[in-house]
């Protein structure tokens, strides 16, 4: 690994991704070079099909792209096996999505341990870092239900928890408020903040929601695939 990338979680370098559309050249992403450093709790922001979710998954090597270069942890995406990859994201990157993707017939406990059951760790551990984490979110009196019975905050919740228990590099968070109201929107952001502070961990966000952009540490705009660093802002 290049020493010089040791803090750096993320690098891309001239990335670049396009999509046709019935034959039509469609550049979603056109040639960004960024830099995510460990511990930021960052929000990525612009409008709907600013290339905000391409880029994501690009840096998150869910997509491919068309140019350029990501590297995780000072390695390039495209120097990896397909099941490097996938096992690098199952073991360094925790992902919450808007639509929250728990499974339906596990309870939270379930939910929540299941990265970590891929990943072989026994029992007992898995047992005491879901109900450390359950005391984390403040969800420790739900660990018994299912999705259906909760809240669409408590649900967040969870996909934070699940997404931070197996203690990832990186969280990767896609429009995570985009189902929420305005009260759990801004108590969920209070708690991942407290949690990046507690933890070190890094959050990278996708959003259009001055809830997310108010309590990110660095806002960076994203505009027609091409990050504007004139607007790019350090926020304490």
């Known amino acids: 690994m290049n020493t010089d990338n040791a803090n750096k979680v993320?690098?891309?370098?001239?990335?670049?991704?396009?999509?046709?559309?019935?034959?039509?050249?469609?550049?979603a992403v056109r040639g960004i070079d960024?830099?995510?450093?460990?511990?930021?709790?960052?929000?990525?922001?612009?409008?709907?099909?600013?290339?905000?979710?391409?880029?994501?998954?690009?840096?998150?090597?869910?997509?491919?792209?068309?140019?350029?270069?990501?590297?995780?942890?000072?390695?390039?995406?495209?120097a990896m096996s397909g099941k490097e990859l996938s096992n690098y994201r199952r073991d360094h990157i925790g992902f919450i999505f808007q639509a929250?993707?728990?499974?339906?017939?596990?309870?939270?406990?379930?939910?929540?341990?299941?990265?970590?059951?891929?990943?072989?760790?026994?029992?007992?551990?898995?047992?005491?870092?879901?109900?450390?984490?359950?005391?984390?979110?403040?969800?420790?009196?739900?660990?018994?239900?299912?999705?259906?019975?909760?809240?669409?905050?408590?649900?967040?919740?969870?996909?934070?928890?699940?997404?931070?228990?197996?203690?990832?590099?990186?969280i990767i968070a896609d429009e995570p408020t985009a189902n929420l109201d305005s009260k759990t929107s801004g108590d969920l952001l209070d708690m991942m903040r407290k949690l990046n502070e507690e933890t070190g961990m890094t959050f990278l966000f996708s959003t259009h929601d001055e809830i997310v952009m108010k309590r990110a540490r660095k806002v960076v705009t994203l505009r027609d695939g091409l990050l504007d660093t004139a607007e790019e802002k350090l926020i304490q």
């Open 34 to 78: 960024f830099t995510l450093t460990e511990g930021e709790f960052t929000a990525i922001i612009g409008p709907s099909g600013s290339g905000k979710t391409t880029f994501l998954n690009l840096m998150a090597g869910l997509d491919s792209p068309t140019d350029g270069e990501v590297e995780l942890s000072g390695k390039l995406i495209s």
């Open 100 to 170: 929250y993707n728990l499974f339906p017939v596990l309870t939270v406990e379930e939910n929540i341990e299941y990265i970590m059951l891929l990943q072989g760790i026994k029992k007992k551990e898995r047992h005491e870092r879901v109900i450390n984490i359950l005391k984390q979110v403040e969800l420790e009196d739900y660990a018994h239900r299912l999705p259906s019975k909760l809240s669409g905050g408590q649900q967040q919740r969870v996909a934070v928890a699940r997404a931070m228990v197996s203690r990832p590099k990186l």
């Open 10 to 27: 993320i690098v891309t370098k001239g990335l670049k991704k396009t999509y046709h559309d019935n034959g039509v050249p469609v550049e």
